[in-house]
């Protein structure tokens, strides 16, 4: 008899998918790393011909050294934080799904899209609900899993594509911050930082820029923060060309110039704790905001696997799963 069964939470696979990150914090694992990440043209658009020499043999030589030295001061004891937090996300999310099998991907390095899909495919998985680890969609991120997705072919499957105004993860991320400051009291700002872009890609039609902006009212209104209690800055620069601005380094010396002591800093962008949170906002930008006078920067941490995190993808995910 044919099997004529609708498809099932245990035929189908819930697979989130992270960025990635290196192997080991040393210069060779960065280089492999950035060099897989940094040729997807949905990340850097510059002709293929002109952008491999420059990489391979200007950029990849210099900044593999630099970023592998702030890759090791923030290494865990089990691997990259970036892993680390995704790998007990996945974990925190199959103890909810008990029915489905949880698992986790990276875009760029280990575990890959394609070999997770492959081997779901073997185990006799039917079907896979892909949720990208990004709340907002931008098409240098969440588009690039789709790609991944779809050039492996293993199975069919839906990717969610953006959870920026899903209520269960904007209760979750207003949450933490409240919990942060009944925990260590209060700054006279918050700042919400995301991972920026190049203007040019906005330009173009990325919506990731508003849905920030949007996610940043949602949790404000949640807190019941006046618009001059918080303010929303972009992190990360990389290339010369113009980035969404405010850049966030610079409006932290500002704040701190213009006599601002205190300050939070949240990024609600990033789903667990990375090199662009735990180094560049809780390290350099912490240092940069005193250097300019500021006394108290307060980094509050990513939902990493937190529960409530943890209960609003499961809820997403079995959203996509029904649907
Ligand atoms: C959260 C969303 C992210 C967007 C959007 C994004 C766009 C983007 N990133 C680069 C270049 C780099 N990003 C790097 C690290 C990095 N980026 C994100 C997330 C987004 N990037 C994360 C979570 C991380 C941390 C990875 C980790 O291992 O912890 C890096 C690598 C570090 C470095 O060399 O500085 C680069 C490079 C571009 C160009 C871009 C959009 C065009
Ligand atoms: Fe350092
Ligand atoms: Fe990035």
């Given at each position: 008899?044919s099997?004529?069964r609708p ?7 819930i ?22 990440f ?6 850097v ?24 030295h ?15 937090f995704?790998?007990r996300?996945?974990a ?126 949602a ?11 918080y303010v929303?800055?972009?992190?990360s620069?990389?290339?010369?060309e ?60 990513c ?17 996509a799963?029904?649907?």
């Amino acid at each position: 008899m044919s099997d004529v069964r609708p498809p099932s939470a245990a035929d189908t696979a819930i697979v989130l998918v992270n960025l990635g990150t290196p192997d080991a914090p040393t210069p060779v694992a960065v280089r492999r790393y950035l060099s897989q990440f940094l040729m997807d043209p949905r990340v850097v658009q510059i002709p293929r011909v002109m952008w491999w020499p420059l990489l391979h043999f200007v950029i990849l030589p210099l900044r593999s050294r630099r970023v592998a030295h702030k890759y090791a001061e923030i290494w865990m004891a089990d691997g990259s934080p970036l892993a680390v937090f995704t790998r007990r996300l996945a974990a925190a999310v199959q103890a909810r799904l008990p029915e489905s099998r949880v698992v986790h991907a990276m875009r760029y390095g280990q575990p890959a899209v394609d070999e997770v899909l492959a081997a779901l495919q073997r185990d006799g998985v039917k079907r896979a609900v892909v949720l990208p680890l990004y709340p907002q969609y931008s098409t240098t991120t969440t588009a690039s899993v789709d790609d991944a997705v779809r050039q492996s072919g293993a199975l069919p499957a839906h990717v969610i594509r953006e959870y920026h105004l899903d209520a269960g993860w904007l209760q979750a991320a207003a949450d933490s911050i409240q919990a942060h400051w009944d925990a260590n009291g209060r700054g006279d700002r918050l700042v919400f930082s995301f991972h920026g872009l190049p203007q040019r890609v906005v330009d173009n039609g990325d919506p990731y820029a508003v849905q920030c902006a949007a996610s940043v009212a949602a949790i404000a209104g949640l807190l019941g923060l006046h618009e001059n209690d918080y303010v929303l800055t972009f992190q990360s620069r990389f290339g010369k060309e113009r980035w969404l601005e405010p850049a966030t380094i610079t409006t932290l010396e500002s704040l701190a110039r213009s006599g601002v002591r205190r300050v939070d800093v949240v990024c609600p962008g990033f789903a667990v704790d990375c090199l662009e949170t735990l180094e560049e906002i809780a390290q350099t930008n912490a240092d940069a905001f005193r250097a300019a006078g500021g006394q108290r920067f307060q980094y509050i941490p990513c939902l990493n696997d937190a529960p409530a995190h943890a209960d609003a993808l499961a809820v997403l995910a079995s959203k996509a799963l029904r649907a």
